[in-house]
Protein backbone atom coordinates (compact mmCIF):
# COMPACT_ATOMS: atom_id res chain seq x y z
CA UNK A 1 0.00 0.00 0.00
CA UNK A 2 2.52 2.55 0.75
CA UNK A 3 4.56 1.66 -2.53
CA UNK A 4 1.75 2.75 -4.28
CA UNK A 5 0.95 5.56 -2.83
CA UNK A 6 4.51 6.81 -3.28
CA UNK A 7 4.64 5.74 -6.84
CA UNK A 8 1.06 7.40 -7.32
CA UNK A 9 2.08 10.66 -5.45
CA UNK A 10 -0.65 10.61 -2.79
CA UNK A 11 -0.49 9.48 0.94
CA UNK A 12 -1.10 6.28 2.33
CA UNK A 13 -4.19 7.08 4.03
CA UNK A 14 -5.98 8.53 0.89
CA UNK A 15 -5.11 5.16 -1.12
CA UNK A 16 -6.09 2.92 1.58
CA UNK A 17 -9.70 4.68 1.79
CA UNK A 18 -9.93 4.97 -1.75
CA UNK A 19 -8.83 1.28 -2.13
CA UNK A 20 -11.81 0.03 0.81
CA UNK A 21 -14.26 2.12 -0.72
CA UNK A 22 -14.32 4.73 2.42
CA UNK A 23 -13.93 7.62 -0.18
CA UNK A 24 -13.74 8.53 -4.05
CA UNK A 25 -10.45 10.01 -5.29
CA UNK A 26 -10.28 12.96 -7.85
CA UNK A 27 -9.51 12.12 -11.80
CA UNK A 28 -6.32 13.08 -11.01
CA UNK A 29 -5.78 10.05 -8.20
CA UNK A 30 -7.65 7.70 -10.08
CA UNK A 31 -5.60 8.14 -13.59
CA UNK A 32 -2.23 8.04 -11.35
CA UNK A 33 -3.85 4.88 -9.54
CA UNK A 34 -4.08 3.06 -13.52
CA UNK A 35 -0.96 4.50 -14.30
CA UNK A 36 0.81 2.15 -10.84
CA UNK A 37 -1.23 -0.84 -11.58
CA UNK A 38 -0.37 -0.62 -15.13
CA UNK A 39 3.64 -0.58 -14.58
CA UNK A 40 3.38 -2.07 -11.67
CA UNK A 41 6.84 -4.64 -12.21
CA UNK A 42 8.81 -1.49 -13.37
CA UNK A 43 8.81 0.08 -9.75
CA UNK A 44 7.26 3.48 -11.66
CA UNK A 45 4.23 4.99 -13.31
CA UNK A 46 3.43 4.07 -16.48
CA UNK A 47 3.96 7.01 -19.22
CA UNK A 48 0.96 9.18 -20.37
CA UNK A 49 1.68 7.95 -23.83
CA UNK A 50 1.20 4.35 -22.52
CA UNK A 51 -1.10 2.57 -25.21
CA UNK A 52 -3.56 1.20 -22.37
CA UNK A 53 -5.03 4.75 -21.21
CA UNK A 54 -6.70 5.93 -24.40
CA UNK A 55 -9.22 2.91 -23.72
CA UNK A 56 -9.98 3.82 -19.75
CA UNK A 57 -10.57 7.55 -21.09
CA UNK A 58 -13.06 6.15 -23.23
CA UNK A 59 -14.59 3.98 -20.58
CA UNK A 60 -14.89 7.22 -18.72
CA UNK A 61 -15.92 9.06 -21.55
CA UNK A 62 -18.94 6.25 -21.91
CA UNK A 63 -19.74 6.34 -18.60
CA UNK A 64 -20.37 10.37 -18.84
CA UNK A 65 -22.42 10.16 -21.46
CA UNK A 66 -24.36 6.97 -19.84
CA UNK A 67 -24.98 9.17 -17.07
CA UNK A 68 -25.73 12.38 -18.93
CA UNK A 69 -28.38 10.24 -20.34
CA UNK A 70 -29.21 8.97 -17.34
CA UNK A 71 -29.87 5.61 -19.21
CA UNK A 72 -27.66 4.04 -15.88
CA UNK A 73 -29.38 1.48 -14.17
CA UNK A 74 -28.85 2.14 -10.05
CA UNK A 75 -30.51 -0.94 -9.08
CA UNK A 76 -28.00 -3.38 -8.02
CA UNK A 77 -28.48 -7.12 -7.59
CA UNK A 78 -28.88 -8.55 -3.57
CA UNK A 79 -25.31 -9.82 -3.04
CA UNK A 80 -24.17 -12.77 -0.66
CA UNK A 81 -22.24 -10.11 1.84
CA UNK A 82 -19.75 -12.27 2.47
CA UNK A 83 -18.82 -12.53 -1.15
CA UNK A 84 -16.03 -10.35 -2.31
CA UNK A 85 -15.75 -8.93 -5.49
CA UNK A 86 -11.98 -8.68 -7.12
CA UNK A 87 -10.93 -5.14 -6.94
CA UNK A 88 -10.02 -5.17 -10.67
CA UNK A 89 -8.53 -1.69 -12.20
CA UNK A 90 -11.94 -1.76 -14.55
CA UNK A 91 -14.48 -2.17 -11.51
CA UNK A 92 -12.43 0.19 -9.49
CA UNK A 93 -12.74 2.87 -12.00
CA UNK A 94 -16.54 2.18 -12.75
CA UNK A 95 -17.03 2.36 -8.58
CA UNK A 96 -15.20 5.78 -8.52
CA UNK A 97 -16.76 7.37 -11.39
CA UNK A 98 -20.48 6.50 -10.68
CA UNK A 99 -20.21 7.30 -7.52
CA UNK A 100 -18.30 10.54 -7.26
CA UNK A 101 -21.42 11.80 -9.80
CA UNK A 102 -23.96 10.20 -7.85
CA UNK A 103 -22.78 12.61 -4.66
CA UNK A 104 -22.96 15.22 -6.91
CA UNK A 105 -18.64 15.41 -6.07
CA UNK A 106 -16.33 17.77 -8.46
CA UNK A 107 -13.99 15.10 -10.18
CA UNK A 108 -10.67 16.58 -11.75
CA UNK A 109 -9.64 14.93 -14.76
CA UNK A 110 -6.35 14.37 -16.10
CA UNK A 111 -5.45 16.98 -18.56
CA UNK A 112 -7.03 17.02 -22.14
CA UNK A 113 -3.31 18.56 -23.41
CA UNK A 114 -0.37 19.84 -21.54
CA UNK A 115 1.91 20.46 -24.29
CA UNK A 116 0.17 23.87 -25.42
CA UNK A 117 2.08 27.11 -26.06
CA UNK A 118 -0.25 28.56 -23.20
CA UNK A 119 -4.09 28.56 -23.30
CA UNK A 120 -5.58 32.39 -23.27
CA UNK A 121 -9.09 31.38 -23.60
CA UNK A 122 -11.78 28.42 -23.85
CA UNK A 123 -15.57 28.64 -24.71
CA UNK A 124 -17.72 25.46 -25.01
CA UNK A 125 -20.17 25.17 -28.14
CA UNK A 126 -23.67 25.56 -27.17
CA UNK A 127 -23.96 21.76 -27.67
CA UNK A 128 -21.33 20.84 -25.56
CA UNK A 129 -19.51 18.47 -28.25
CA UNK A 130 -16.53 21.10 -29.22
CA UNK A 131 -14.41 23.23 -27.14
CA UNK A 132 -12.50 25.82 -29.21
CA UNK A 133 -9.20 27.24 -27.60
CA UNK A 134 -7.17 30.11 -28.24
CA UNK A 135 -3.20 29.30 -27.52
CA UNK A 136 -0.06 29.91 -29.08
CA UNK A 137 1.15 32.23 -32.19
CA UNK A 138 -1.93 33.01 -34.84
CA UNK A 139 -3.97 29.51 -33.56
CA UNK A 140 -7.33 28.17 -32.69
CA UNK A 141 -7.93 24.82 -31.86
CA UNK A 142 -11.16 22.57 -31.95
CA UNK A 143 -11.84 19.62 -29.25
CA UNK A 144 -14.02 16.94 -29.13
CA UNK A 145 -15.11 17.29 -26.01
CA UNK A 146 -16.22 13.53 -25.18
CA UNK A 147 -13.35 12.18 -26.72
CA UNK A 148 -11.03 14.64 -25.21
CA UNK A 149 -8.90 14.96 -28.26
CA UNK A 150 -8.28 17.86 -31.23
CA UNK A 151 -11.24 17.66 -33.92
CA UNK A 152 -9.81 18.46 -36.87
CA UNK A 153 -6.61 20.83 -37.73
CA UNK A 154 -5.69 24.62 -36.25
CA UNK A 155 -8.08 27.03 -37.69
CA UNK A 156 -4.95 29.28 -38.75
CA UNK A 157 -5.18 32.63 -41.21
CA UNK A 158 -6.04 36.15 -40.71
CA UNK A 159 -4.29 36.69 -37.01
CA UNK A 160 -0.49 37.70 -36.87
CA UNK A 161 -0.53 37.77 -33.70
CA UNK A 162 -1.30 35.48 -30.37
CA UNK A 163 -5.02 34.42 -30.12
CA UNK A 164 -6.02 35.64 -26.93
CA UNK A 165 -9.77 35.06 -27.29
CA UNK A 166 -12.28 32.80 -28.62
CA UNK A 167 -16.35 32.40 -28.69
CA UNK A 168 -19.19 30.47 -30.20
CA UNK A 169 -22.02 32.10 -31.57
CA UNK A 170 -25.02 31.19 -29.54
CA UNK A 171 -26.89 29.12 -32.28
CA UNK A 172 -23.02 27.50 -32.87
CA UNK A 173 -22.58 28.04 -36.64
CA UNK A 174 -19.86 30.86 -36.24
CA UNK A 175 -16.65 30.64 -34.02
CA UNK A 176 -15.21 34.29 -33.49
CA UNK A 177 -11.29 34.81 -32.26
CA UNK A 178 -9.61 37.73 -31.44
CA UNK A 179 -5.46 38.47 -30.87
CA UNK A 180 -3.03 40.77 -29.32
CA UNK A 181 -2.56 42.76 -33.03
CA UNK A 182 -6.07 43.61 -32.84
CA UNK A 183 -7.48 41.22 -35.30
CA UNK A 184 -10.61 39.59 -34.71
CA UNK A 185 -11.34 36.52 -37.55
CA UNK A 186 -14.84 34.78 -38.16
CA UNK A 187 -14.97 30.57 -38.42
CA UNK A 188 -18.09 28.44 -40.06
CA UNK A 189 -17.90 26.23 -38.06
CA UNK A 190 -19.28 23.23 -39.78
CA UNK A 191 -16.84 24.15 -42.74
CA UNK A 192 -13.54 25.24 -40.29
CA UNK A 193 -12.84 28.31 -42.88
CA UNK A 194 -12.56 32.18 -42.37
CA UNK A 195 -15.49 33.83 -43.80
CA UNK A 196 -14.65 37.14 -44.54
CA UNK A 197 -11.24 39.32 -43.82
CA UNK A 198 -9.95 40.39 -40.43
CA UNK A 199 -12.23 43.14 -38.73
CA UNK A 200 -9.79 45.56 -35.93
CA UNK A 201 -10.79 46.78 -33.38
CA UNK A 202 -10.53 50.49 -32.98
CA UNK A 203 -7.32 50.24 -30.92
CA UNK A 204 -5.39 47.88 -28.75
CA UNK A 205 -5.98 44.35 -28.53
CA UNK A 206 -8.67 42.48 -30.04
CA UNK A 207 -8.25 41.12 -25.67
CA UNK A 208 -12.04 40.10 -25.62
CA UNK A 209 -15.33 39.08 -27.92
CA UNK A 210 -18.91 38.12 -27.31
CA UNK A 211 -22.18 37.83 -29.75
CA UNK A 212 -25.84 39.49 -29.21
CA UNK A 213 -28.16 36.79 -27.96
CA UNK A 214 -29.89 36.96 -31.35
CA UNK A 215 -26.62 36.04 -33.42
CA UNK A 216 -26.96 39.07 -35.28
CA UNK A 217 -24.22 41.43 -33.67
CA UNK A 218 -20.25 40.68 -32.60
CA UNK A 219 -18.86 42.91 -30.40
CA UNK A 220 -14.72 43.02 -30.08
CA UNK A 221 -13.07 45.34 -27.21
CA UNK A 222 -9.77 46.92 -27.60
CA UNK A 223 -9.73 50.30 -25.45
CA UNK A 224 -13.41 51.13 -26.65
CA UNK A 225 -15.93 48.34 -28.00
CA UNK A 226 -16.52 48.09 -31.71
CA UNK A 227 -19.70 46.41 -32.81
CA UNK A 228 -20.67 44.90 -36.03
CA UNK A 229 -23.37 43.53 -37.83
CA UNK A 230 -22.89 40.37 -38.94
CA UNK A 231 -26.25 39.05 -40.36
CA UNK A 232 -24.20 38.23 -43.19
CA UNK A 233 -21.00 36.84 -41.68
CA UNK A 234 -19.29 36.98 -45.50
CA UNK A 235 -19.75 40.87 -45.38
CA UNK A 236 -19.96 42.82 -41.42
CA UNK A 237 -20.92 46.33 -41.68
CA UNK A 238 -19.73 48.37 -38.43
CA UNK A 239 -22.78 49.57 -36.70
CA UNK A 240 -21.26 51.13 -33.53
CA UNK A 241 -18.73 52.02 -30.82
CA UNK A 242 -18.95 52.26 -27.24
CA UNK A 243 -17.44 52.94 -23.73
CA UNK A 244 -14.00 53.44 -22.71
CA UNK A 245 -11.26 52.96 -20.34
CA UNK A 246 -12.53 48.68 -20.29
CA UNK A 247 -11.03 46.51 -17.88
CA UNK A 248 -13.36 43.75 -17.51
CA UNK A 249 -14.84 41.52 -20.16
CA UNK A 250 -17.76 41.69 -22.01
CA UNK A 251 -20.97 40.23 -20.29
CA UNK A 252 -23.93 40.21 -22.79
CA UNK A 253 -27.80 39.15 -21.33
CA UNK A 254 -30.31 37.52 -22.68
CA UNK A 255 -32.76 40.62 -22.28
CA UNK A 256 -30.27 41.90 -24.64
CA UNK A 257 -28.12 43.92 -22.13
CA UNK A 258 -24.23 44.63 -22.13
CA UNK A 259 -22.01 44.94 -19.03
CA UNK A 260 -18.48 46.42 -18.96
CA UNK A 261 -15.97 47.28 -16.35
CA UNK A 262 -13.57 50.18 -15.75
CA UNK A 263 -10.69 51.35 -14.77
CA UNK A 264 -12.27 53.89 -12.33
CA UNK A 265 -14.25 50.91 -10.10
CA UNK A 266 -17.55 51.60 -12.49
CA UNK A 267 -19.47 49.20 -14.23
CA UNK A 268 -21.70 50.07 -16.72
CA UNK A 269 -25.22 48.53 -18.46
CA UNK A 270 -25.87 49.15 -22.04
CA UNK A 271 -28.71 48.76 -24.34
CA UNK A 272 -27.50 46.57 -27.47
CA UNK A 273 -30.63 47.76 -29.57
CA UNK A 274 -29.58 51.49 -29.21
CA UNK A 275 -25.83 51.20 -28.44
CA UNK A 276 -26.44 53.50 -25.29
CA UNK A 277 -25.80 53.95 -21.59
CA UNK A 278 -28.82 52.26 -20.09
CA UNK A 279 -28.65 53.65 -16.69
CA UNK A 280 -25.91 55.39 -14.64
CA UNK A 281 -22.70 53.60 -13.63
CA UNK A 282 -22.88 50.56 -11.03
CA UNK A 283 -20.67 51.93 -8.28
CA UNK A 284 -19.46 49.12 -5.82
CA UNK A 285 -15.69 48.60 -5.86
CA UNK A 286 -12.93 50.85 -4.99
CA UNK A 287 -10.77 49.65 -7.82
CA UNK A 288 -11.17 48.62 -10.94
CA UNK A 289 -13.86 46.56 -12.24
CA UNK A 290 -11.81 43.15 -13.52
CA UNK A 291 -14.66 41.13 -14.41
CA UNK A 292 -18.58 41.25 -15.23
CA UNK A 293 -21.10 38.56 -15.48
CA UNK A 294 -24.95 38.42 -15.89
CA UNK A 295 -26.91 35.09 -14.52
CA UNK A 296 -28.59 32.94 -17.36
CA UNK A 297 -31.98 34.77 -17.00
CA UNK A 298 -30.42 38.70 -16.73
CA UNK A 299 -32.04 39.37 -14.06
CA UNK A 300 -28.36 39.62 -11.85
CA UNK A 301 -25.13 41.16 -12.61
CA UNK A 302 -21.80 39.90 -10.82
CA UNK A 303 -19.29 42.30 -10.87
CA UNK A 304 -15.89 41.73 -9.21
CA UNK A 305 -12.49 43.18 -8.45
CA UNK A 306 -11.05 41.93 -5.29
CA UNK A 307 -14.17 40.77 -4.30
CA UNK A 308 -17.41 39.61 -6.05
CA UNK A 309 -20.38 42.08 -5.69
CA UNK A 310 -24.60 40.96 -7.05
CA UNK A 311 -26.47 43.47 -7.84
CA UNK A 312 -30.23 43.39 -8.97
CA UNK A 313 -30.38 44.11 -13.13
CA UNK A 314 -33.69 45.76 -12.79
CA UNK A 315 -33.26 47.94 -9.75
CA UNK A 316 -29.57 48.50 -10.21
CA UNK A 317 -29.47 48.01 -6.13
CA UNK A 318 -26.39 45.94 -4.82
CA UNK A 319 -27.71 43.01 -2.74
CA UNK A 320 -26.30 40.55 -0.30
CA UNK A 321 -22.28 40.31 1.32
CA UNK A 322 -19.95 40.88 -1.21
CA UNK A 323 -17.62 37.29 -2.18
CA UNK A 324 -14.44 38.08 -0.23
CA UNK A 325 -12.98 34.52 0.68
CA UNK A 326 -10.79 34.96 -2.72
CA UNK A 327 -7.57 36.21 -2.75
CA UNK A 328 -5.92 38.52 -5.53
CA UNK A 329 -7.88 40.03 -8.37
CA UNK A 330 -10.37 38.34 -10.24
CA UNK A 331 -9.72 37.45 -13.51
CA UNK A 332 -13.49 36.14 -14.39
CA UNK A 333 -16.27 35.18 -13.35
CA UNK A 334 -19.50 33.31 -14.43
CA UNK A 335 -22.73 31.85 -13.58
CA UNK A 336 -23.49 28.12 -14.75
CA UNK A 337 -26.23 27.88 -17.55
CA UNK A 338 -28.85 26.37 -14.61
CA UNK A 339 -27.73 29.32 -12.49
CA UNK A 340 -26.44 27.46 -9.98
CA UNK A 341 -22.92 28.21 -9.79
CA UNK A 342 -20.81 31.13 -10.07
CA UNK A 343 -16.77 30.64 -10.40
CA UNK A 344 -14.17 33.45 -10.16
CA UNK A 345 -11.25 32.53 -11.51
CA UNK A 346 -8.33 34.58 -9.36
CA UNK A 347 -4.90 35.89 -10.08
CA UNK A 348 -2.27 37.47 -7.83
CA UNK A 349 -2.37 40.88 -7.41
CA UNK A 350 0.85 43.01 -8.45
CA UNK A 351 -0.18 45.81 -6.79
CA UNK A 352 -0.35 44.10 -3.24
CA UNK A 353 1.03 40.59 -2.94
CA UNK A 354 0.44 38.88 0.09
CA UNK A 355 2.48 39.62 3.67
CA UNK A 356 5.27 37.37 4.61
CA UNK A 357 3.15 36.89 7.51
CA UNK A 358 0.09 35.91 5.46
CA UNK A 359 1.77 33.43 3.11
CA UNK A 360 1.20 30.54 5.28
CA UNK A 361 -2.40 30.77 6.19
CA UNK A 362 -2.63 31.46 2.18
CA UNK A 363 -1.12 28.04 1.45
CA UNK A 364 -3.57 26.19 3.52
CA UNK A 365 -6.12 26.71 1.47
CA UNK A 366 -4.87 26.99 -2.19
CA UNK A 367 -2.47 28.99 -4.68
CA UNK A 368 -4.28 31.91 -5.42
CA UNK A 369 -2.33 32.17 -8.77
CA UNK A 370 -4.00 29.29 -10.18
CA UNK A 371 -7.26 28.45 -8.61
CA UNK A 372 -11.04 29.05 -9.36
CA UNK A 373 -13.98 29.81 -6.88
CA UNK A 374 -17.14 28.16 -6.64
CA UNK A 375 -20.36 29.13 -5.11
CA UNK A 376 -24.05 27.85 -4.92
CA UNK A 377 -26.08 30.81 -5.68
CA UNK A 378 -28.85 29.55 -3.37
CA UNK A 379 -26.74 30.27 -0.58
CA UNK A 380 -23.65 31.76 -1.55
CA UNK A 381 -21.48 29.68 0.38
CA UNK A 382 -18.64 27.37 -1.23
CA UNK A 383 -19.73 24.19 -3.18
CA UNK A 384 -16.36 22.97 -3.17
CA UNK A 385 -12.68 23.37 -2.37
CA UNK A 386 -11.21 26.04 -4.68
CA UNK A 387 -9.89 24.15 -8.12
CA UNK A 388 -6.80 24.14 -8.40
CA UNK A 389 -4.29 21.95 -10.58
CA UNK A 390 -2.51 24.72 -13.06
CA UNK A 391 1.44 25.66 -12.08
CA UNK A 392 0.55 29.17 -14.08
CA UNK A 393 -2.69 31.97 -14.32
CA UNK A 394 -5.43 30.60 -15.13
CA UNK A 395 -6.36 32.81 -18.14
CA UNK A 396 -9.78 31.08 -19.74
CA UNK A 397 -12.48 29.09 -18.42
CA UNK A 398 -16.04 27.95 -19.12
CA UNK A 399 -19.00 25.91 -18.73
CA UNK A 400 -20.52 23.57 -20.61
CA UNK A 401 -24.33 23.89 -21.45
CA UNK A 402 -25.25 21.08 -19.04
CA UNK A 403 -23.23 22.96 -16.15
CA UNK A 404 -21.90 20.04 -15.40
CA UNK A 405 -18.51 20.51 -17.18
CA UNK A 406 -16.06 22.93 -16.65
CA UNK A 407 -12.73 23.63 -18.61
CA UNK A 408 -10.09 25.34 -17.40
CA UNK A 409 -7.00 27.30 -19.96
CA UNK A 410 -3.81 28.59 -18.25
CA UNK A 411 -0.01 30.06 -18.99
CA UNK A 412 1.41 26.59 -18.11
CA UNK A 413 -0.36 25.20 -21.73
CA UNK A 414 -2.97 23.00 -19.96
CA UNK A 415 -6.57 22.29 -21.21
CA UNK A 416 -8.22 20.97 -18.08
CA UNK A 417 -12.04 19.57 -17.42
CA UNK A 418 -13.63 19.46 -14.76
CA UNK A 419 -17.34 17.82 -13.61
CA UNK A 420 -18.53 20.47 -11.25
CA UNK A 421 -20.58 19.55 -7.94
CA UNK A 422 -24.22 19.44 -7.66
CA UNK A 423 -25.75 21.79 -5.77
CA UNK A 424 -27.96 20.58 -2.81
CA UNK A 425 -31.59 21.06 -3.16
Known amino acids: ?225 RVWDITDPEQPEVVGKMGASLRAGLAVSSAGFLATGHTDGAAQVWNLKTLEKDGAPLRGHAAEVTAVAFSPDGRLLATASRAVQMWDVNTRSMFGEPLTDTYGLIQQVAFSPDARLLTAVVRPDPRNPPAADDEDDADETFDAAHATHVWETSTWTAACEPLTGHTDTIWGAAFSSDSRLYATGSGDGQLRLWILPTPRA
Not at 8 to 37: E, I, W
Not at 161 to 181: H, K, M, Q, Y
Not at 195 to 213: D, H, K, R
Open 1 to 225: MKQIAERAGASASAVSSVLSAKTHPSQDLYMALVRVLLAYDTGAQASLSHPELPRWRERWSGVQELKEQRKIDRRSPRRDPNHVEPATAHGLAEQVVLTAMRRGERIQMFPMSQDLDGVWDVAFSPDGRLLATAHGLRTVQLWDTVAQRRAGKALVGGHIGRVITARFSPNGRLLASGSEDGRIMLWDVSTRRALCQPLVVSSGEAWTIAFSPDNRLLLGAGRTV
